[in-house]
């Protein structure tokens, strides 16, 4: 069973035209992380909630926004792609901060043309 | 120097080998993770582990605290065990914290048939 659902697994948008990706999770878990994976490096937090707390990673560049409006959903935003968001992007779910497991969806491979 | 190394960067195995991959890290941690992550797709948790030693199936996990040192073992290996294995550690003293996993670089195995 799909613990961490991300839609959609691909997305072509065009250079500036926004952009929403989506996560769904059924673990009832209380934080969501979304994360930034370019090809061949690690994964780069952008930011995570704590419940509804937001907390943003300093060098997230405001072009990202996150809206979780509910435990189960959290979106990401990318106002303006730029060719540089090319990225895959991967949304994480755990039970508290620190020392916990992550469980992590499949994944959407953004494009940006 | 990155604050997670991993080695080797990439590895080639024959199927039925026994493999090892080592993760060191600079910080003090309140956990470690090794991560799978096959082509294309999401991460997959494979261990967290704090102290000693864990195991599941064909995969072993142990780590030395004193010596800031982790192994990743598999066992009998197979193909379907070719993926990028990523080490990422949960900085201690982080508190109530904001649950950022600092990543190595992963390595890369690929076992032939």
């Known amino acids: 069973d799909a613990m961490v659902i991300q839609n959609p697994r691909y997305q072509v948008t065009q250079f500036g035209k926004p952009v929403t990706l989506s996560c769904s999770q059924t673990?009832?878990?209380?934080?969501m992380y979304w994360y930034q994976q370019k090809s061949s490096q690690a994964p780069k937090l952008l930011f995570h909630y704590y419940d509804k707390d937001f907390n943003n990673e300093a060098d997230t560049p405001d072009n990202f926004q996150s809206r979780r409006p509910n435990t189960s959903f959290c979106f990401l935003d990318i106002r303006s792609p730029g060719l540089g968001d090319a990225a895959m992007y991967l949304c994480?779910?755990?039970?508290?901060?620190?020392?916990?497991?992550?469980?992590f969806g499949p994944g959407t491979r953004l494009t940006v043309l | 120097k990155n604050e997670v190394e991993q080695s080797p960067q990439n590895l080639t195995a024959q199927e039925g080998e026994f493999i090892t991959i080592n993760c060191s890290y600079s910080?003090?941690?309140?956990?470690l993770h090794w991560l799978q992550q096959h082509p294309g797709g999401g991460i997959v948790s494979l261990f967290m582990?704090?102290?000693g030693k864990k195991k599941h199936g064909r995969l072993i996990a142990t780590i030395n605290i004193q010596e800031k040192h982790s192994s990743l073992h598999i066992t009998a290996s197979h193909p379907r065990d070719s993926a990028v294995y990523i080490c990422a550690v949960t900085p201690g003293g982080y508190g109530g914290s904001q649950g950022n996993l600092i990543f190595g670089k992963g390595t890369k195995l690929s076992v032939k048939p």
């Open positions: 910080v003090g941690i309140s956990a």
């Open positions: 673990l009832n878990h209380n934080v």
């Open positions: 582990l704090s102290s």
């Open positions: 994480a779910t755990s039970r508290w901060t620190g020392a916990d497991t992550q469980y």
